[in-house]
């Protein structure tokens, strides 16, 4: 071999070795510290370094940018596991603020859906200025007029006149009402654009109530105008302070459901629920006045610290849904107006983050065996399996303290299966004498009636002991 041939093949076998090592560095970085890499090929991203335990739970971002807007890239939000949840409940957090989003991509929504939205919208209100839209989409004016903007390109909307400082009226043509009517004829709502599921899901995991310990301050405070004894406030603490099922059993009348229904104020503090959610492009309802009271917006920190909120968000009480006699089987479902096209959330779903109070079970008109069916992996796992219009399956957290309260005794109700996940079964007891005295002497004051000692033996001599 010459020694021309044998230099070139040298240079041959380097130029190999470099590229095997940059393949291998390349392989090993998509395989081991590049976490979106391996979320997108099915993996499950194994980090350089052991991570602290108290690691909170983060999230990925997609690498893909918007060239154009040079917005930052979105978030791509995976599932949370237990021990990730664990480990951010151990670390100080701030409170969940929904912020106002700056692009569509940063809110979740693609142009076609807030398209639609925009169409209808004039479709069903005439001439709209654009800010109008904007309110009425609970969108930032500066995303809906671009969109817009690009709407008149498409000459699917004209100018119809001016409407105030770099605003106008905007009026559909022909065919932007051609377009309209075929998106109405889908599904009919106009109102505030949906949160994303994943953003959802993210935000029940920030405002969790598991995770939530009250103090014995916070159960005072939210059972201050019941008369409790010592025994029965004490298990109630403990309950309240593990976050799970409870069970509440005993005579009528004895303030089982006056008890169910204060166990959320222990837990003090607002949350923030969307208006409504996309699931698979279906619009879903979640907000409902009818279960939740919307709170004011908190005041800002200072005055140069106001960070604009999400719009499409709703500061509320954290909820407490008690339903009785009336919850059925499709109460627990997604259900869908066939006419209009949208959905509205099941009651567990409404009351995540809260407490949902089953009252006088075993009286429904679901048996409980149907019932237990239905609950029996929410109540283990932590979230649901819901069915959309178009016939999709979609995971959704199971995120709430169940109540139920009864006057049969619990195990006369269900198996031992279902009991062994609602770990606190309180018998709530008749009130002895003295209990009955303050019990009373607290409702004359709050009615003004003058009460006498004499009264007062007279009613438990003849009507409370026989």
């Not at 939530?212 to 004894?229: I, N, Y």
């Not at 004895?254 to 837990?267: D, L």
């Not at 995540?352 to 283990?380: A, H, K, M």
Request: glycine content about 6%; proline content about 6%; some cysteine.
């Amino acid at each position: 071999m010459t020694s021309e041939s044998q230099t070139a093949t040298s240079e041959e076998n380097a130029l190999r070795a470099q590229l095997a090592e940059l393949m291998r560095t390349a392989t090993a970085a998509r395989s081991g510290d590049d976490a979106y890499w391996a979320i997108a090929n099915g993996k499950s991203a194994q980090p350089s370094a052991p991570a602290a335990p108290a690691a909170a739970p983060t999230a990925v971002a997609d690498p893909t940018t918007n060239w154009e807007t040079e917005t930052e890239p979105r978030t791509v939000h995976r599932r949370f596991r237990d021990d990730e949840l664990a480990a951010a409940a151990a670390q100080p957090t701030a409170p969940f603020v929904p912020a106002e989003p700056t692009s569509l991509r940063a809110a979740g929504l693609t142009e076609s859906e807030v398209e639609a939205l925009i169409l209808k919208c004039l479709l069903n209100c005439g001439d709209v200025a654009g800010r109008a839209i904007a309110e009425q989409l609970h969108l930032p004016f500066r995303i809906v007029q671009q969109l817009l903007a690009q709407l008149k390109l498409e000459r699917l909307v004209v100018y119809r006149g001016d409407a105030g400082l770099n605003d106008y009226q905007y009026q559909l043509t022909d065919a932007g009402a051609d377009r309209a009517k075929r998106f109405a004829q889908h599904c009919t709502y106009f109102g505030a654009a949906p949160v994303a599921l994943e953003d959802y899901i993210q935000s029940v995991h920030a405002q969790t109530l598991t995770v939530k310990k009250p103090s014995r301050s916070d159960l005072e405070r939210a059972f201050t105008d019941l008369v409790l004894s010592t025994d029965m406030f004490s298990q109630l603490g403990q309950a309240l302070h593990a976050g799970k099922g409870l069970f509440l059993y005993g005579s009528p009348g004895n303030g089982k459901t006056a008890i169910a229904q204060r166990v959320t104020a222990a837990y003090g503090e607002m949350i923030w629920i969307p208006r409504c959610i996309s699931v698979h492009g279906e619009i879903v309802r979640l907000f409902d006045p009818t279960c939740h009271q919307e709170a004011p917006p908190p005041s800002p920190p200072g005055i140069f610290q106001n960070v604009p909120v999400d719009q499409r968000w709703v500061r509320i009480r954290r909820p407490t849904i008690v339903v009785g006699g009336e919850l059925t089987m499709e109460s627990l479902e997604i259900k869908t107006n066939r006419q209009t096209g949208i959905g509205e959330a099941p009651l567990q779903m409404k009351s995540n983050c809260g407490t949902l109070v089953i009252d006088d079970f075993g009286r429904q008109r679901i048996s409980t065996d149907e019932l237990l069916n239905r609950w029996i992996v929410p109540l283990e796992t932590g979230y649901d399996f819901l069915s959309v219009a178009s016939g999709r399956k979609v995971q959704v957290p199971f995120d709430q303290l169940i109540v139920f309260s009864t006057n049969l005794e619990p195990a006369d109700l269900v198996d031992e299966a279902f009991l062994r996940r609602i770990p606190y079964k309180l018998e709530v007891l008749d009130p002895s004498e003295a209990q009955f005295r303050a019990i009373f002497m607290s409702l004359s004051a709050k009615m003004k009636l003058a009460c006498s000692g004499e009264v007062i033996d007279y009613l438990i001599e003849k009507h409370y002991k026989g």
